[in-house]
């Protein structure tokens, strides 16, 4: 077995490799004295992320193996092997957020302790998107062809990963960074977790894109197929985005959607534009 070093999938997973890191060495216990000056709405905005965040790593984590299973490069299961440890370890993050910063802070407040499995944190559309995600990269054990591998990575790697995602970190970065609305108490460790969570995705996203793009210069798929794939997913990402007042602190839900939109045009582009690159790592998960 000669493994190709110089291969996007083995660089990937080499830079994984590279870039290890715990989810239980970052230190919550600012955070937790963050929390205590959230008002009791904007605590219930912050839970209600977290829940659709933590939710939507563990489905990922369980959706990814069919990948495993029909990718033929030794390369390419190097890479797959990384990216579920890190969809593991991401949700293992959110888990241990609300178990040492939400829950200990609704016990401080003498609140019932909550879970982030409930249902009221999830609405329909929310639902919707990941049902079918599960469904087309299950599809895949049955029945592995160009289209059926294409329509799997618009939803997983392009829609979850590239816009739902990026958007999510982009709007709990801005509220809580402490830059942007220094009204709005600073929660570093959650910070520091989504920096870590989002170089891992930056290597999901190319992965994805660069597969995309290779079906489309091969012709085997249409990118046509791409567009009214995302197209019709793009409704549920938007639904998905919390409701609440427009200007209540922290981006607003039109910011918000105006920023999927945005990431959606620009990942289109650098899949269906010949000329132009796959971003690197870095690019691909920058904030702005
Ligand atoms: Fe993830
Ligand atoms: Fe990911």
Redesign the pocket.
């Known amino acids: 077995m000669q493994l190709d070093h110089a291969a996007r999938s083995f660089r990937y997973y080499r830079n994984a490799v590279e870039r290890h890191w715990d989810p239980h060495d970052i230190d919550l216990a600012g955070d937790l004295a963050a929390v205590a000056d959230l008002d009791d709405d904007a605590l219930f905005g912050l839970k209600q992320t977290l829940a659709r965040f933590g939710a939507?790593?563990q489905a990922?984590?369980e959706d990814l193996t069919p990948l495993a299973v029909v990718l033929d490069d030794v390369e390419d299961q190097l890479f797959v092997t990384t990216q579920v440890y890190?969809?593991a370890k991401?949700?293992v993050f959110f888990d241990r957020y609300w178990d040492e910063v939400i829950n200990a802070e609704e016990e401080r407040r003498g609140q019932e302790r909550s879970s982030p499995t409930e249902d009221r944190w999830f609405n329909e559309g929310y639902l919707e998107l990941f049902d079918r995600n599960e469904a087309v990269m299950n599809r895949l054990l049955d029945d592995d062809t160009p289209v059926n591998r294409a329509v799997a990575y618009c939803h997983y790697h392009l829609t979850i990963?590239g816009i739902l995602?990026q958007t999510g970190y982009y709007g709990l970065t801005r509220s809580y960074d402490g830059e942007t609305y220094p009204e709005i108490p600073v929660l570093s460790g959650l910070i520091e977790g989504l920096t870590k969570?989002r170089g891992?995705?930056g290597r999901?996203v190319g992965f994805g894109m660069a597969k995309l793009k290779e079906l489309v210069a091969s012709d085997a798929v249409d990118t046509d197929l791409l567009r009214t794939t995302i197209d019709e997913l793009l409704p549920l990402v938007q639904a998905t985005i919390p409701e609440r007042d427009e200007d209540g602190p922290g981006p607003s839900p039109t910011e918000l959607v105006g920023y999927a939109t945005e990431k959606h045009g620009q990942r289109m582009n650098q899949i269906t534009t010949g000329s132009e690159d796959i971003p690197s790592v870095e690019e691909l998960t920058s904030i702005d």
């Open positions: 939507g790593e990922v984590t890190e969809e991401h949700t990963e995602a969570i891992d995705e999901h």
